[in-house]
């Protein structure tokens, strides 16, 4: 998987998965992956992670 060298930003969620690629909200590519499903799953995963973090930002 490739990946950018450019940390990920809150406006920068949620991300999609397009087919091998995953993308930012502006539609900008930030990985792409051997497999239409793996990119499905990581997307799904940065999207909980970002979910769970900023969650925990109010409840602190």
Do not use: Y
């Not at 969620?13 to 690629?21: D, H, I, M, N, R």
Request: no cysteine; hydrophobic share 30%; proline share 8%.
């Amino acid at each position: 998987m490739s990946t950018s060298k450019k940390p990920l930003n809150p406006a920068d969620f949620p991300v999609t998965a397009e087919g091998k690629k995953i993308k930012k909200q502006d539609g900008k590519p930030i990985a792409n992956t051997e497999d239409p499903d793996l990119a499905a799953d990581v997307a799904e995963r940065l999207n909980d992670d970002e979910a769970r973090r900023e969650e925990d930002k109010w409840s602190a």
